[in-house]
């Protein structure tokens, strides 16, 4: 009965290759590599003296003897510096190697042939993952902590398309990359399956991916580690951090993040005999990881559009999939009003947020929605059901594009697709006011009725404002919300 869809697992795996603490991940390799990285500089500089006090003793005068001697310490300091520096390649390489894999793993994911196509593909992505994770209990932070990444990436891809589209694009490399394509090509969003897109994706999206997913790479660093877990390691890594502590992980994270970048990551190695080839293919890694760095110079930069390519959509996911002690799935929908204070602040841009906003709308992907139903006349009828929110751009902001989880107070996995109205969504108050004339009778036996089969939680407001659909989705068969279906 609890089964996954081919998608669902994917995407869970997905999730494990970047977040989950092990060493096959990107944050398990990153982890490793800060916690080595103190021990290969020092081997690398042992090697380095022993080959700057070689070279100086061969200088000296020696007897024929003793220069062969000093000649093959300083050739076998040189070559197992090499070596060394071999070893530390490769794992650059296979660290870089998996990192590009997934990124082009989530743009085949986030996009299709065409706009609608990759508008379904990357709502479908970004409900699944909200839907995967509890919205209860002691498990949200980390949970939710390990599933930003893969969401923020998302929401960055789809937000770029729309700055294109708006002609807010202002750097030099994107204007470039964009030129370098067929004429007016990107005019149509995107073709997954165009060659022409599929170059700017490897010179753009892809680094723009990466960075998104290595953004807060620099927290695992060890220092930043002692400040999240504390001295003895016991500490809440999600509480809120006295404000020199916060500057002082602000400061670590980026400074550890731009050098992993450049020195854990690095540059693609070329596969050919070529040298014009080679030469032209490790000018462009260099340019990536360039492009790469100077989006995280930018974020800093409240006005700069790059920097709020990725800032906006990294404060949208840290409420949504917030690691907060007092977060409360029933107030996600206010996510807008929390970034419009930002933007007041002058911490982030208006029009890049509202860019966003036009995105998502006012309720997040996978949020369980509860509404009055109307009768073929237009009238409520005496109870609420329960839908999801299914689609991006939704034509009202605050009229959610949903998929309906249950029909006449029966949870369905074929239900049809609907817009619920304000007046008709019980997120709003004065929409709930206008059940405050049924009896509490009424509205028990409602929540019997859609509780019972799903094990919803122990305590539930006796008119709910949301659901909490995880449950509804861990069975395969209702995984297929996104799927087409007939009228």
Avoid at 59 to 77: F, G
Avoid at 289 to 304: G, T, V, Y
Wanted: aromatic content about 8%; proline content about 3%; hydrophobic content about 35%.
């Amino acid at each position: 009965m609890y089964s996954d869809t081919a998608f669902t697992q994917q995407i869970k795996e997905l999730l494990e290759l970047i977040s989950a603490p092990t060493d096959k991940s990107v944050v398990g390799q990153a982890t490793e590599y800060f916690n080595q990285l103190q021990r290969m500089q020092q081997q690398t500089q042992t090697y380095q003296e022993t080959i700057a006090d070689t070279t100086a003793i061969l200088k000296q005068q020696k007897s024929d003897k003793e220069k062969a001697l000093y000649k093959r310490r300083l050739a076998a300091a040189e070559t197992s510096l090499k070596r060394f520096k071999d070893e530390q390649r490769e794992s650059n390489l296979v660290r870089h190697d998996q990192l590009v894999s997934i990124s082009r793993e989530i743009l085949l994911l986030a996009e299709g042939i065409d706009f609608e196509d990759t508008v379904r593909k990357s709502a479908r992505l970004l409900g699944t993952i909200q839907l995967l994770l509890p919205t209860e209990g002691k498990q949200v932070a980390e949970n939710n902590d390990r599933s930003k990444q893969l969401y923020k990436a998302i929401l960055t891809l789809r937000l770029f398309d729309e700055l294109y589209t708006n002609d807010m694009i202002d750097d030099l490399f994107i204007i470039k990359a964009l030129d370098n394509m067929a004429p007016s090509q990107y005019k149509s969003f995107i073709n997954i399956e165009d060659e022409s897109y599929l170059e700017f994706a490897e010179t753009i999206k892809i680094p723009l991916i990466m960075v998104t997913l290595l953004q807060d790479i620099g927290n695992h660093h060890p220092v930043a580690k002692t400040i999240l877990y504390g001295e003895t390691r016991t500490a809440n890594p999600y509480r809120v951090l006295e404000h020199e502590d916060r500057k002082k992980l602000l400061q670590t994270n980026y400074t550890q993040t731009m050098k992993y970048i450049s020195q854990g990551i690095g540059v693609g190695k070329y596969i050919g005999n070529s040298k014009v080839e080679r030469d032209i293919f490790d000018k462009k890694e260099k340019q990536k990881i360039a492009f790469m760095q100077s989006i995280l110079k930018r974020w800093a930069n409240s006005k700069d559009i790059i920097g709020n390519l990725l800032k906006v959509p990294q404060v949208y996911t840290s409420i949504i999939l917030s690691t907060k002690e007092n977060f409360d799935y029933r107030l996600l929908p206010k996510v807008y009003q929390i970034l419009q204070m930002n933007v007041e602040r002058g911490h982030c841009r208006s029009d890049v947020v509202d860019l966003l906003h036009k995105i998502t709308g006012m309720f997040p992907m996978g949020y369980g929605i509860t509404y009055i139903p109307k009768d073929s006349s237009g009238q409520p009828l005496d109870r609420f059901e329960y839908a999801i929110v299914t689609r991006l751009y939704p034509e009202k902001l605050d009229q959610p594009e949903c998929r309906i989880a249950t029909r006449s107070l029966t949870f369905i996995s074929r239900g049809q697709d609907i817009r619920i109205e304000k007046s008709s969504n019980l997120y709003f108050p004065q929409t709930a006011k206008s059940m405050a004339k049924m009896s509490k009778e009424r509205l028990d036996e409602i929540l019997e009725l859609l509780a019972s089969n799903y094990k919803e939680r122990q305590k539930l407001d006796v008119l709910p404002r949301c659901w909490h659909a995880k449950e509804f989705f861990s069975i395969g068969k209702n995984q297929n919300l996104w799927n087409k279906v007939s009228e």
